[in-house]
Structures are given as structure tokens and as C-alpha cells.
């Protein structure tokens, strides 16, 4: 029987063979964030709320909305596992149940968080860089988008609905912005980089990252949805439901994938250890 092979420390910023070379690699910093909320009975419910990346063997990374965002907020008692899927039968699960302000730091004006687990000395972590990015630069995401919580008969979490996603791409686009995201904190004069692949639900907090060095660059903030036109569009092809209006405004939006550069939070992971 084959032995899984395990990273250990910083993943080594060489070039690889190919884009598929260095996404496995990668998939030994990449995590599936999930909360365990606890229930009456004993038992928790279980729900992923995002992708996140080890940046130091102690240090995990993801966005603040996802641990304490408006419309699921963090509560007392509530405990998160950082849960990686190695091969479709193996990963790992770090513990991170000492809560906010203890093993759980938040910067909401960054939509940054930082959660520190200490379960295993040797945790394979990504390189970052905070180089300017040029538009037009090769970069890659990876992340458990779309990921599910499952567990065997005996109650145990399984790997069954945890699956490792990746794309490649571009950078569309590098300028500052404001951000205001719908139930989110407002954020001013933040960087960042625009990709030609779309977000799903469960990549943000994920890396956004070099794929000739695999070097962490951004973390997945989601997308923007400028409207482009708006319209009035008469409904001719079904029969339209009593009390409604045959008439109605269609919209076109352009979306943009979009990830916050790792320069804008490169203070606070300073601050923890996480050098270049």
C-alpha cells in the first residue's frame, strides 16, 4: 500500500513541472474552515463557511466575515476545525476552540482573520509575497467551494463532501478601491486584484497565488456586480400567475472576481511571526 506522502514546513517557492505540480503542494496549506455550533443535546451542528491557508505552521488565514460576518455571527462557545482533504480519503483537521481574542484574532477594516492553531509543530504552510502584482500575471485559487459536512455512523466528520478545487487565470486587473459589500464592514482605499474566474460560495478567505512561485499573493474576498444596463422586458413565453405583471425590469451585470492583496494585511502578520 502506498504511503501518503505529508508536507511539512514552507512549501518550497521552485518552479514546478506544471500548474498540477504545484496545486498539490498547495493542498497541504489549503483548508476548509467549518464551524461546530454547539447543540442541546450534545451533539453540533456543523456548517463550512469558507477556504482559508496556513501562512506559518501555527498561523491560518481567512476572511472575518466568515468567523463573524452580519448575517451569521460568531457565538459563545462556537468551535471551528480547519479540515483538508489529501487524496480523497486522507487530510487533516486542526482543533480552533479557544475563541475570539485567545486563538481567533479579527480585523474587520481588512476583512482579516487569523486563527492560530498549535496541534501540529511541522503544518505545511505557503510562501507569501506583497510584490506589486502586474496586470496580466499567471495566478492561480484553490479552495473547498461548495464543500459539505458529512459524518459516518459513529458521528465522525468525513472527508465525503470536502472537495479540493482549483483554477487558473490572470490578473484582469490591480488598482484601490473602496469595497462595500453587501452585510459587511465598509472598507477604504483597499488593493486589489481582479482574476478572469468566477468565485463560488466556500472560496473566499482562500489564496489567490503565483503559479510560478506558488507564493501567496491575495485571499478571496468574492466579487464585484457593477450594472451595466437595465431594461423593461415583457414576458410573452409562459402564462403569467394571477396578480403579477407581464412586465419587468431585466438587469445585466458585469461580475468581477475579486481577492485582497496580502500588502494591505501584512502588519498584522507581522505581528504574528509570518515572514517573507
Same mark, same amino acid.
Given at each position: 500500500? &502506498?504511503?501518503?506522502?505529508?508536507?511539512?514546513?514552507?512549501?518550497?517557492?521552485?518552479?514546478?513541472?506544471? $500548474?498540477?505540480?504545484?496545486?498539490?503542494?498547495?493542498? %497541504?496549506?489549503?483548508?476548509?474552515?467549518?464551524?461546530?455550533?454547539?447543540?442541546?443535546?450534545?451533539? $453540533?451542528?456543523?456548517?463550512?463557511?469558507?477556504?482559508?491557508?496556513?501562512? *506559518?505552521?501555527?498561523?491560518?488565514?481567512?476572511?472575518?466575515?466568515? #468567523?463573524?460576518?452580519?448575517?451569521?455571527?460568531?457565538?459563545?462557545?462556537?468551535?471551528?476545525?480547519?479540515?483538508?482533504?489529501?487524496?480523497? !480519503?486522507?487530510?487533516?483537521? %486542526?482543533?480552533?476552540?479557544?475563541?475570539?481574542?485567545?486563538?481567533? %484574532?479579527?480585523?474587520?477594516?481588512?476583512?482579516?482573520?487569523?486563527? #492560530?492553531?498549535?496541534?501540529?509543530?511541522?503544518?505545511?504552510?505557503?510562501?507569501?509575497?506583497?510584490?506589486?502584482?502586474?496586470?496580466?500575471?499567471?495566478?492561480?485559487?484553490? *479552495?473547498?467551494?461548495?464543500?459539505?459536512? &458529512?459524518?459516518?455512523?459513529?458521528?465522525?466528520?468525513?472527508?465525503? *463532501?470536502?472537495?479540493?478545487?482549483?483554477?487558473?487565470?490572470?490578473? !484582469?486587473?490591480?488598482? !484601490? &478601491?473602496?469595497?462595500?459589500?453587501?452585510?459587511? &464592514?465598509?472598507?477604504?482605499?483597499?488593493?486589489?486584484?481582479?482574476?478572469?474566474?468566477? $468565485?463560488?460560495?466556500?472560496?473566499?478567505?482562500?489564496?489567490?497565488?503565483?503559479?510560478?512561485?506558488?507564493?501567496?499573493?491575495?485571499?478571496?474576498?468574492? $466579487?464585484?456586480?457593477?450594472?451595466?444596463?437595465?431594461?423593461?422586458?415583457?414576458? !410573452?413565453?409562459?402564462?403569467?400567475?394571477?396578480?403579477?405583471?407581464?412586465?419587468?425590469?431585466?438587469?445585466?451585470?458585469?461580475?468581477?472576481?475579486?481577492?485582497?492583496?496580502?500588502?494591505?494585511?501584512?502588519?498584522?502578520?507581522?505581528?504574528?511571526?509570518?515572514?517573507?
Amino acid at each position: 500500500m &502506498t504511503q501518503l506522502w505529508i508536507s511539512a514546513g514552507r512549501i518550497p517557492n521552485k518552479a514546478r513541472k506544471s $500548474f498540477s505540480y504545484l496545486v498539490a503542494d498547495i493542498r %497541504h496549506a489549503v483548508f476548509s474552515v467549518q464551524r461546530f455550533r454547539p447543540r442541546n443535546d450534545g451533539l $453540533f451542528d456543523i456548517t463550512p463557511i469558507g477556504s482559508g491557508l496556513f501562512v *506559518g505552521s501555527e498561523v491560518f488565514v481567512t476572511c472575518r466575515l466568515l #468567523i463573524d460576518g452580519s448575517l451569521f455571527p460568531h457565538k459563545d462557545g462556537d468551535q471551528y476545525r480547519l479540515v483538508n482533504n489529501l487524496d480523497g !480519503n486522507n487530510g487533516m483537521i %486542526h482543533e480552533v476552540n479557544g475563541g475570539i481574542g485567545k486563538d481567533i %484574532h479579527l480585523f474587520p477594516d481588512d476583512d482579516f482573520a487569523i486563527l #492560530i492553531s498549535k496541534s501540529k509543530k511541522d503544518q505545511a504552510f505557503m510562501p507569501v509575497s506583497y510584490s506589486a502584482i502586474p496586470v496580466g500575471m499567471a495566478m492561480g485559487i484553490a *479552495g473547498y467551494p461548495l464543500a459539505q459536512a &458529512t459524518v459516518d455512523a459513529n458521528k465522525n466528520l468525513t472527508l465525503k *463532501g470536502v472537495i479540493y478545487r482549483v483554477s487558473e487565470g490572470v490578473a !484582469n486587473a490591480v488598482y !484601490n &478601491t473602496d469595497l462595500n459589500f453587501k452585510n459587511d &464592514t465598509p472598507m477604504k482605499d483597499v488593493p486589489v486584484v481582479e482574476v478572469n474566474f468566477l $468565485f463560488v460560495p466556500g472560496n473566499s478567505g482562500g489564496p489567490i497565488f503565483d503559479v510560478e512561485t506558488g507564493r501567496a499573493l491575495a485571499y478571496v474576498k468574492g $466579487f464585484r456586480y457593477p450594472k451595466v444596463i437595465e431594461s423593461e422586458e415583457t414576458c !410573452n413565453l409562459i402564462a403569467v400567475p394571477e396578480g403579477m405583471a407581464a412586465k419587468y425590469l431585466s438587469a445585466i451585470y458585469a461580475m468581477y472576481s475579486v481577492g485582497i492583496t496580502l500588502s494591505r494585511v501584512r502588519a498584522h502578520l507581522e505581528k504574528f511571526g509570518v515572514t517573507l
